[in-house]
């Protein structure tokens, strides 16, 4: 999922990236060197939905594999 100049509502990136939901981690406030920007309402649900679709394909595949 592209994020681009216009996915943010303040700040930004200097380039294009991407967001991978699939690429989730945890981190530590304490490593956070500072904020560049907040995402959109629009551009933070779609990422939300997309991780949420995500696991939703996860657990559905894993009650198909237990009902085997």
């Not at 981190?27 to 060197?33: K, S």
């Not at 907040?38 to 394909?57: C, D, F, Y």
């Amino acid at each position: 999922m592209a994020i681009t100049k216009t996915s943010f509502e303040t700040g930004g990136l200097e380039r294009n990236s991407f967001v991978r939901p699939g690429k989730l981690f945890t981190a530590n406030e304490g490593i956070v060197v500072r904020s560049v920007g907040q995402l959109s309402p629009e551009a933070h649900a779609s990422v939300v939905e997309a991780i949420v679709t995500l696991l939703r394909g996860e657990a559905q595949k894993e009650q198909t594999e237990i009902a085997l």
